[in-house]
């Protein structure tokens, strides 16, 4: 549900969103959580950066779909943790440095910085979000606007809503990133990335036999699985644990050995918000060339589906748990 109200120098909009008020609030101050939604349909995000403090300055770089880079930065004024933003907006070069609207061939009479205040309101484990943008002149520039904040918050609701898979793999760029939410405790999640009883039970797409070869969940520690398909053809993948931080983060090498030297270094993170878990995975391959060729052989499919896998596994864990 959304709402815009335009008084005289001011755009308003209201939405609320299926996901706790924690995750809202971290869309707009984690930097890589902001590049998934930040812009309107058809836009990327490839940089952000936040220093989140009174004083302190965001800049971004918004990328149009014909490839034109349009950055932009501010400072944060106020700063309620998971209450309240009150920020500056102004159109920059990629170095930080202000610039009018007309650099980027836009009205000459757009003001140089305006005003951004955005609150986060908890209602039955759904957050209530109101923008407030000061300073917007009248005309096709805050229709644009309006249009823009709208689309970006279509994107906003599917980066944090508390179900399904979210897979962004941007052009040119050599990682793959993956998101989701489960209904357990990072603990279980972690223990589910980590124990090798329970990897069987979800890596890899359903009609995989999976086994776990060896699993040395520690720093420099190996880890090798095998799959196996309904016409017996024998798939294995190994890698090397680089960082492992209970519960919060693993960071380990990703090789399938049908095509050795090709590696990916994969990092994933875990943070629990009210029993909820949310999951980040990012893996950085060695050219843009790799993470393709990954994509053409079906990855994103078969993320979705071992991700699937993992929450029904998790489901019924968390049951366990409780009634235990």
């Given amino acids: 549900m959304a709402t815009a109200l335009k008084n005289k120098d001011e755009l308003i909009i209201t939405r609320i969103f299926d996901a706790p008020r924690e995750l809202a609030w971290k869309a ?46 501010g400072v944060y004024r106020e700063i309620v943790p998971m209450e309240r933003l009150v920020l500056t907006d102004s159109f920059a070069d990629e170095k930080g440095n202000v610039v009018p609207a007309s650099h980027y061939g836009m009205a000459g009479d757009w003001p140089q910085e305006l005003l951004v205040t955005v609150t986060f309101e908890e209602i039955g484990g759904k957050t209530k979000m ?53 209904d357990a405790p990072r603990e279980l999640v972690f223990k589910a990335y980590t124990d090798p009883k329970l990897i069987p039970q979800w890596w890899g797409p359903k009609r995989f036999t999976t086994t776990v070869d060896r699993m040395d969940v520690r720093p420099g520690g190996i880890w090798r699985i ?4 309904p016409d017996g053809n024998i798939y294995a993948f190994q890698g090397v644990y680089h960082e492992v931080s209970s519960p919060e983060r693993l960071v380990s090498t990703f090789e399938f050995e049908g095509t050795p030297g090709h590696i990916s270094l994969d990092t994933v993170t875990f943070e629990e918000h009210n029993d909820k878990t949310r999951l980040l995975s990012r893996s950085v391959f060695q050219s843009v060339e790799d993470r393709d060729e990954m994509l053409k052989e079906g990855m994103e499919e078969g993320v979705a589906e071992t991700m699937d896998r993992l929450a029904g596994l998790l489901a019924g864990a968390a049951v366990e748990r409780k009634a235990a």
Avoid at 226 to 229: A, L, M, N
Wanted: glycine content about 10%; hydrophobic content about 35%; proline content about 5%.
């Fill in 226 to 229: 095998v799959q196996r398909d």
């Fill in 130 to 182: 109101t923008l407030r943008h000061e300073g917007i002149p009248a005309g096709m520039m805050r229709e644009l606007t309006e249009t823009g904040w709208s689309e970006s918050f279509d994107k906003l609701a599917e980066s944090i809503v508390t179900s399904g898979t979210r897979i962004i793999a941007e052009r040119g760029k050599q990682e793959v990133v993956i998101t989701r939410v489960f």
């Fill in 28 to 73: 707009w101050t984690d930097p890589e959580l902001f590049k998934s939604w930040w812009g309107p349909k058809n836009f990327t995000a490839p940089v952000s950066k936040i220093d989140l403090r009174v004083g302190g300055i965001y800049l971004y770089c918004m990328r149009g779909p014909d490839g034109k880079d349009y950055w932009g930065t």
